[in-house]
């Protein structure tokens, strides 16, 4: 029987008492998870309507949450910061009586996470990556790299010439991270061409989810804008975080899709370089939302990992 306690954080910060929306699912006795969702300007409801309580299931205590002034968690003095980001993970983690937990950093939620057990390890019993952007001008050079092979095959004038376009931006620019992901999203580099008979009825029930369609599109530019101005994550390289934080006794997990248009080979070999080749799954036919086309082998890998 799944189990879902909505609760909802009042965190005080400062000077002013803001809601941070959070969920937990399964029983409080088992091994901490926390989701950490993509975005800027996104939300967690996709994580919490297909794999949260199958997570729960498979003997972990699963919460997820939606940032401040993100997805549910509205809040028109959200500073975007990285800093006020870890502030509020670390009120999750008192609101559940959380000493240490894993931390699951899906998308942007990657970056978030890699930041957070960088700057607070004792907190983090593992972090896994899932989908996760760690080095943004790469993910850039991939996408425009790739669409770039796609219109030539076709001929599509237009297209290069969008392309030529973009590449001549300010590649640490806001302009140009929104130009890539509107190209990824154009060619369908979210998703897989190959979904699996689970993964077609996972969204099926979701296309038919009225709450779950409303909160999906809660989606705005404003978190991103604001990350942008106050962080220029644009700019972004991870990799040499997580080598230390391996280094420092946290161990790191990933998983990405081979059909994830965002990430290269070479991308997923320079992170399995960096954790170990046991420290990480590339799924087939699966892409950007992996936990949802290839649902088992993601619950399966979870609890390999944080069982080990």
Not at 173 to 178: K, L, M
Not at 273 to 302: E, P, R, T
């Amino acid at each position: 029987m799944r189990s879902l306690f909505l609760l909802l954080l009042v965190c005080t910060l400062g000077t002013q008492a803001q809601t941070i929306v959070s969920h937990a699912f399964g029983d409080a006795s088992k091994p901490a998870v926390i989701f950490l969702h993509g975005g800027p300007g996104s939300n967690a409801i996709n994580f919490e309507s297909t794999t949260a309580a199958q997570l729960a299931e498979q003997g972990f205590y699963v919460i997820t949450y939606d940032r401040r002034g993100e997805g549910r968690s509205a809040d028109p003095d959200a500073k975007y910061t990285f800093q006020q980001s870890y502030d509020d993970l670390n009120s999750i983690y008192k609101q559940y009586k959380l000493k240490k937990a894993s931390l699951i950093g899906f998308s942007f939620g990657g970056i978030v996470a890699t930041g957070y057990t960088a700057r607070y390890p004792e907190q983090v019993s593992a972090l896994v990556l899932v989908s996760a952007l760690v080095n943004l001008q790469e993910t850039y050079r991939t996408i425009i790299r790739s669409c770039r092979k796609i219109y030539t095959e076709k001929k599509d004038t237009s297209g290069l010439k969008d392309l030529d376009n973009l590449e001549k931006l300010d590649h640490a620019s806001i302009d140009f991270r929104r130009g890539c992901f509107k190209q990824a999203s154009k060619n369908g580099f979210f998703a897989t061409p190959n979904r699996t008979a689970d993964a077609q009825a996972i969204y099926k029930k979701l296309d038919a989810d009225t709450l779950y369609l409303h909160y999906a599109n809660l989606n705005n530019d404003t978190p991103s804008n604001e990350f942008w101005k106050h962080e220029k994550y644009s700019t972004i390289n991870n990799l040499p975080v997580i080598k230390e934080i391996v280094k420092g006794g946290v161990p790191v997990f990933a998983m990405y899709g081979k059909d994830d248009g965002l990430y290269a080979p070479e991308q997923i070999a320079s992170i399995k370089a960096v954790i170990g080749n046991k420290h990480i799954l590339y799924m087939q036919d699966a892409a950007h939302y992996l936990y949802n086309d290839q649902q088992g082998h993601f619950l399966s890998g979870m609890r390999v990992f944080l069982y080990y």
